[in-house]
């Protein structure tokens, strides 16, 4: 086992801020990015916490990064805002993003926001989960840097290409989850290779292009593939068309062209959808879904978990989170 | 090999058209419902073709199915449309939700057609693909009867809950897919059950909760998986929702429970979703994409090949198609 030190969440909490102020972001977009990144561990979800700091410290120290910014609304149609998110990262577009979202789906029904010029390296459930405590579905994605082949080639070309979804429970937790296309996410291939862990079979091919359980010869060099083969890979494929065909931001290849390589996140797209079930639905949709979860959760076998659950199981305990203490050293060296 | 007999589309359009009518359908649906079987047999999707039309027969002839049906269309808001199907097959509801629904997202960027009372048993692409083919992005799901099981659970309880997607790209073929978040399609087990071929490992379980790779151990009282682990689960819990919890219909598990069980198609409900790159793309949409399609199209390997690419490459020939034998002589009996 590696190595961990128990910090409190206010812990977390300050180093995040601290170290993002020091690299040059302003106090306001500190406090945004501490936030997320502090609930991540808070819930349990380690490859989207700390372990993403020092990527963070890398693109402000960069300039990539802007660490002042200050993303911009243009509500284009009553159903469609764009956002402009100013080169800084995803969350500070977020913080402007879902409100003018939530407002538009609550009014027509359904509503789209589109992210462009935005850093995306954290977990994508926060801003779904965020819709949903508004009582609306949502769905997310975000591309990436090339880092999955998809089915047929045997080169990066797709990024994890996350997918997101949360459905509204009003008066309970949100049914919420978010799932990489690829075959794993990179920050758990990423976490699997510091750890000295295998990975599944299908997971990826190494550098020769051949297949490999060995989550550094995938890192270094070689590339992950999609989950489920060909139906990963069409919807790797939708994510990148929503994320840079429909924002008009770069398709994940074009992201790698054009990025100064200083290792911190890339530039990319957000595709966010929101629907209302008040204004769509016909029935009671509240103890129609109601019904439906108990139903689910009442199968035969090992146990169906709803999405989130364990998150939000996770959220209620103050305890010290551990965490890994190579990170720490790492983010100290910043 | 199974015995076939080669039919030209015209003879496979008038075969589905007579029996529809004989069945009880009037003759505006029939046509539609026969273009739709010709359709997927002149694109070589045999699974969704004259393979259907038992079914369509015989929920026609319960009653079940309304052969006279005009579906409703209902604008709530500029984003979004409610279509009562009026008891009757998909695509007479596709035949008036797909151009309102294309008039909206035309208008505002972004538009759901939220279909309830209708029962689906055909293709989910060619939906898709007339949206795409008016310039949109378009995503539809559609839920059924319990026949995968959830994740941790070894009891049917999600339809196969097909996802389709489809992206515009004007002057070429637009891009197109439809999967089932089942590990396979059941027309598809069907199909190879009625072929005496074996399925992948992971397909499905027996009736003892076994892994099978025996299709008629999974079509006989067994189930069939998700594709991809948890991953598909998620997403075909996402159809579910979409489908039954935002329409208002019911729930693949309610579906079954109201079903007259005479074999024909089940009642349930259709989310479509209609997207305007045109309003919310910020650049050369159209050029920035088509790159996109080249790019993917020349990666290394043993070839990426476009969705809906073979589709419409066996659209192009006017030979007549191979007809399995023993099908037609089951027609025949209606």
């Keep these: 086992m590696a190595k961990t030190k128990a910090m409190l969440l206010e812990e977390i909490y300050k180093l995040a801020f601290t170290k993002l102020v020091e690299a040059g972001s302003d106090e306001h977009n500190a406090s945004i990015l501490s936030t997320v990144l502090r609930n991540a561990e808070r819930d349990g979800s380690h490859s989207h916490g700390l372990f993403r700091l020092p990527a963070y410290l890398t693109g402000l120290k ?46 027509t029904g359904v509503a789209i926001a589109a992210i462009h010029r935005c850093f ?11 819709i949903a405590e508004k009582g609306l579905a949502a769905i997310a994605c975000t591309n990436y840097m090339p880092s999955v082949a998809p089915a047929g080639a045997n080169k990066a070309f797709f990024g994890t290409n996350p997918i997101a979804f ?10 919420v989850y978010d799932m990489a296309t690829a075959a794993m996410a990179l920050g758990d291939v990423q976490v699997a290779a510091r750890d000295g862990k295998k ?7 190494d550098s020769d292009g051949q297949p490999t359980i060995e989550p550094s010869a995938i890192v270094k060099g070689g590339v ?18 929503l994320t840079a065909g429909l924002t008009g931001e770069t398709f994940s290849d074009e992201t790698k062209a054009q990025d100064n390589a200083d290792g911190g996140p890339p530039i990319g797209g957000q595709f966010l959808l ?53 990170l720490l050293e790492k983010i100290a060296l910043f």
């Design 62 to 107: 960069s300039g990539k990064i802007n660490g002042n910014a200050r993303a911009t609304i243009n509500e284009i149609t009553p159903s469609f805002v764009r956002v402009d998110g100013k080169q800084g990262l995803a969350p500070t577009a977020h913080n402007v993003a879902v409100p003018a979202l939530v407002t538009a789906a609550q009014k």
């Design 120 to 130: 995306h390296m954290a977990a994508l459930w926060p801003e779904v989960e965020a």
């Design 166 to 175: 949360a459905w509204p429970r009003p008066g309970k937790t949100p049914v």
């Design 199 to 205: 990975v599944p079979e299908g997971t990826g091919l």
């Design 224 to 241: 992950l593939l999609p989950f489920g083969g060909y139906k990963g890979s069409g919807l790797s494929m939708m994510v990148e068309l």
């Design 274 to 326: 929101a629907m209302s079930p008040e204004i769509i639905a016909i029935d009671d949709w509240q103890e129609h879904c109601d019904s439906f979860f108990e139903r689910i959760s009442g199968l035969p076998g090992e146990g169906v978990r709803l999405p989130g659950e364990r998150r939000h199981k996770n959220r209620l305990s103050d305890a010290p989170r551990k965490i890994n203490l190579e």
